[in-house]
Every structure is written in structure tokens, then in C-alpha cells.
């Protein structure tokens, strides 16, 4: 029979009306996957009892795709095709991913879609679809986890993601076949998990530090909805520094050279991760490091020297932590919640440090790695409808501020950040000249007062406003966001009534034809492009000879057609020309036969002719 | 006759519970509705009727209503892992049919 889930009191489902929810976690790294049963939050592991799914995606030459472990044990022998840190690529345009990834080894293939696409042996790939494989994997292990189709899911995002990395990441759910219940800011879910959303509120301190990303953010829960202050980080912080700390040390204490093999390095840095893991709960870690010639260099490393190792890589986490804390105009013993994510902060020196800068013990009880999926799980939770709907719902806000750009290129906000979706706001504007009849919209998302410092969202203009002195029109634009974060603009000249409006899709996110034609079959799509290229193909052969033919008709067309002949000529000229615009590549190609015919004698008159010139006057002799 | 937990599902019941952070036990019924007559519910149990039944295997209060105590009587709820999916099972001698998932019955 059927394995049964213990449920809340009078919230038994009927069977078959199980409504399964998982929360996801699509991290840098490394990304889990979580969901509720029997009142209980847990991430879900494979078959093999990991929890972590690695977020590398390997492209193989026969189309399939791997994900996870085994594809990142190939980054090393495949990194063109195995595509890891997809995170920071989304919702990227190409210019910013030559700004932040300079250093990502893959080949990047400007398309017209603003989307960049990494060139892999299995085609072209966007960020997009290589985080929905990702997402197919944990989709994949959470609905044989739990037997059954997932109602629903909620992914987390760094606080700091724009809507244009929002919508990625809505895009590359939906590419897994996934209904995404809501995003949820990653340290609104750790603070979830914690169960400080059911708290009376205050200033809440998220100190994430992963494997190779730092981010810090301070939250402020008010009526049940998180609002983010302020958020701060480095992108290239982390755990993966600690290791190289105790490489490095352990390299001058054994006299191992800076410039050793690939391999020792390699072997150096697994060492370091392992007694830095020891040292995690233990006073001091054995070393035994086999060096390049054969021989063992041992060693002790202990906490304390572990701790200053590290000490430089913590300081600066502080700094980090002060100045966001700065930004968020709270001062540090107005915090009254710390929450430690983040597979790092299970160093004790971390954990202590971060304790004596705000004066309180943070919270570490749940697995740092696991804190951010289990929240996200446990909102996935009530949104699917498995929880008395009182129980908790927090509300979206708008990450970023939403505005419209004014004379002299600034930026006036319509919907400050952090405002509570759905929401509509409205402001009047007014003509900046005497008989000023249109007035361009262009569509802004920072916080930054210039418009070159902030993203652009979409122009349109509004046109028919009666022509009045500067001053007097009044045009009122409304800001509206629905409640799954979708913006709308409208602009209405009140006196007239004249109105323009535009829906707000970031420019960098898919369109929805471009997501349903990456869904469609695969095969289907494959002869599309065969015949697009054939087609091609053709029409270049087409203008080959209809290029040749105008040159040499230019050339000594009267000297050798007569006038009906050249009339002939060019009237399957032009046919060729109709044929190749409108035409399928099997008329291209009889457009081409049936005008070669005509020219023939043309052709031979030419051949003929510009033979007997070249051997004019010479001997047979000559030629051979 | 009794209802019984198995030990296995005795230890994750409470394991439940005490994650929870409330509740007296475990409550189980059936009611009618499914592809195959009769559905099981299980659920944490806050209260006690006054009708209700309760009897306590391996430390753990179950609790069951004397409408459903009829189609469960002799029932042992285990706990079992089948593949990646665990969760609880009713061995219920009642039973004479199940629906192709078991998730309902018919006695």
C-alpha cells in the first residue's frame, strides 16, 4: 500500500489530492532540495544519501546532460562542456558577463536575444536552460522522494537579485516543468527556517558564507513581512580561501615550491579542506602530506594556528558586516536575531567571531547548508495550501526601486524598494515645452539617481497630448505590480484623456516564444534548422547567379542577344528574383535550372567567343 | 482488540511530535472517500473526544473515534522506507480490496 504522511489536525487531504511542495535552494555551488512530511521540514537526499547536488552541468557529445557529482568529477578533463557557477550568469546580458566573469573558461555566443548562450558539443546553452537542468535534477529526486508530481515549489534568490535575475530564474523553473509558488530571498528563508517570522519582529542579521561567496543581510520583519535593509557581500569569499590559507601554510612548513605541480597542488588543497573539517570539531588536525618526490612531510595543525590563519579572511567578513549594517541605518545593538548560513560558518572561530561583534549567540542549530532549502521548503509549505492559511504568509517585495527617467537624465522613483506586491502607484508629470504633444516613458529599476546607473527596463511614448504651454498638461503614470511581480506602466494625459501603456518584461529575460520553442521536441526543431539553412542556402546560390548574369549582361549583352532573347533573359531573371524572396528551395532551384537554360546559348556564345580571344594569334602549341 | 504502532514507527511518531513542538499522539480514522471506498487519515492529535478510543503503543497516545475504530480494529501503522519514499502503512486485517495505490480500501 500507499506510504502515508502524518497530517495537521483536520488538514487530511483526500487520496490522490496530495499537494507535494518542495523549496529549493539553486545555489552557486551547490543546491538542495527540501520538503515538508509528517509537520517536518527536511532536505531530500539522492540515492546514495547526499544531500548536496552540486549545480555543474556536463554536456555530452550524444545530447545528453549529467548533473551533479558526475558532472563535476569531468570539469577538470571537460570544462568547454561542463558549465559550473551558472548562478552568476543569470539574467546577465554579455556585457555583464564580461564585467563579472571574465574568468569563466566557456565560449559565450553573442545572440540577438540579449541572451548570451555558452557553446557546448550538445549546442548552445543559456544560463537559463543550464540551471534548469539543475532544476529537473532536484525536481527528478523530490518526486520519487515523495511519489508524487510537485504541486508546486519555492526557489531562493540572493536578496541583492534584480528582476531581470528574478525572471532567469522564473524562466529556467518553468523550462523544468516546475510552478514556481514564489521566489524567496535567501535569508528571508534561513530567518523562515528559524521560525523567526512567527516572532514579534525586529532587525534580523543574515551572515552567509559559503564555499566561495560571502553575502551578509539585514533584515527587518514588520507584520509579517520581511523588508530587506540592506545587503552586502563579496563574490569571491569563502571557505575555498580558509583551504588555501592551511595550503599555503602547510607549503611553507614542508618547503613545498609555489610553482609544484598541478597535481600536488590539488592534493595539497584536499588536505587542507580535510583538517580544516577536523579542526571543525576537534583542537588539532594530523597532517600527512605526500610530496612530489615520494617522501611525507607530517605535521600539526592546531586550532589556535588555524584561527589565525583564517583571521584576516574573518576580518574582513566584519567590515562587510559593519558597513551593511551602516547602510542599513541600524545600529548593531539594535539587532536582535543572527542567523548563520552557509557551510563556513561551522568554523568555530566564525561563529565566535560574529558572536562578539553582535554581542549575541547566532543561531547555528540548523545544518548551515541545509537552513536555506528547509525555509524555503516551509513556505512552499503553506503557499500549496497544506497549512491553516493564518499559520504564516509572507509577502513579496519589490527588490528594487521602479521609476520613470525625468529631464536631465535623472531617475524619480514611483515604487520605492521594499514595497509590499501587489501594489499601484500613481504621480503627475508634466510638458517640459510650450506645444509639447508626446512625452517618452523610459522605464527605470535602482536606486541610483542617474538613469546611465540604473537598469532600463522599456521606453514607449505617449503621443496626442493637445498642445498646451509648458506646465499646464498633467499626465499621471501609474506603476502597477501584480502579484506575481509583472509591472505594468500607464500614462494618461488627464485633460484629454489620451492614455499609452506598456507591460514591463525585463529585456533580458526570455520571451515566452523563445521559451516555448527551447520546449518544443527536439528532433522537430532539428529540421527546422536543416530547412532554414537549405533555404539559405539556396537564396545565396540564387544571387550568385543573378549577380554574375547582371555583370556580364552589363558587360556585352548586346553584343551577343539579340533584343527578344535578352527579353527572355531578363524576364526569368526577374522570376529568379520573385522565386528567391518567396519561394521554397525546390522552386529557388528550378528558378535557377530554367534560367540557366535560357542563358545557354548566351553562355556558349561567351565561352566561345572568349576562348577564341585568348588563343588568337598563338600556336595550338602554346596551350598544351 | 488494539491498535498498535510498530516500534519503528513509535520512534518516528514521537520524533514527529516532538519536532512539532505540541500535540498528545497520533490520531488515525477513516473516512469515506477515495477510488476504493474508504480513506485513512493521520494526523497529530491536539485533543481528545470524550468517544474517542486511546491506547498507547511503545509510549506513544494513539487515538482513534469509534466510528473509524470499527474499520481499524487490529490495525498495526508501520513505518517503511521503499526506495527514496518512507512513510506509514497500515497492516489492517479489515481490509478486503485496495485501489491500484493503496491509499484507499474497502472492507
Redesign the interface.
Known sequence: ????????????T???QHRLAAGIDLGTTNSLVASV????AAT????QGRHLLPSVVRYLEDGNVVVGHEARAAEAEDPLNTISSVKRLMGRGIADVVHTGARLPYEFIDVDSAVPKIHTVAGDVSAIEVSAEILKALRQ?AE????GELEGVVITVPAYFDDAQRQATRDAARLAGLKVLRLLNEPTAAAVAYGLDRSDGGVIAVYDLGGGTFDVSILRLNRGVFEVLATGGDTALGGDDMDRAIAEWIMRQAGIADDSGHHQMRRLMRDARAAKETLTSQDSASLDIELEDGSHWQGELTREQFDELIEPLIRKTVSTTRRTLRDAGVDVDEVNEVVMVGGSTRVPRVREAIGDFFGRVPHTEIDPDKVVAIGAALQADVLVGNKPEDEMLLLDVIPLSLGIETMGGLVEKIIPRNTTIPVARAQDFTTYKDGQTAMSIHVLQGEREMVDDCRSLGRFTLRGIPPMVAGAARIRVTFQVDADGLLSVTAEEQTSGVQASIEIKPSYGLTDTEIESMLRDSMEHAREDMEARRLAEQRVEADRVLEALTAALAEDGDRFLSVDERDDIESEMDRLADLRANGTVEQIKEGIRSLEKVCAGYVERRMNTSIRDAMSGRNVEEFE | MAITLTEAAAR??Q??LD??GKGIG??LGV?S???SGM?????????IEESDQVFESHGVKIIVDPKSMVYLDGTEVDF?R?????????NNPNVRD??G?????TV
Open positions: 500500500m500507499a506510504l502515508l504522511q502524518i497530517s495537521e489536525p483536520g488538514q487530511s483526500a487520496p490522490h512530511r509528517s509537520g517536518e531530500l537526499p539522492d540515492e529526486r520519487r522522494t515523495l511519489g | 518516528r511518531v520524533q514527529y519536532n512539532r497520533l490520531r473516512r472517500s477515495g477510488c480513506a485513512y487519515v493521520i494526523e497529530f492529535a491536539d485533543d517503511a521503499e526506495g527514496l519514499n518512507e512513510g506509514f502503512k497500515f485496495e485501489c495505490c493503496g491509499e484507499s480500501f
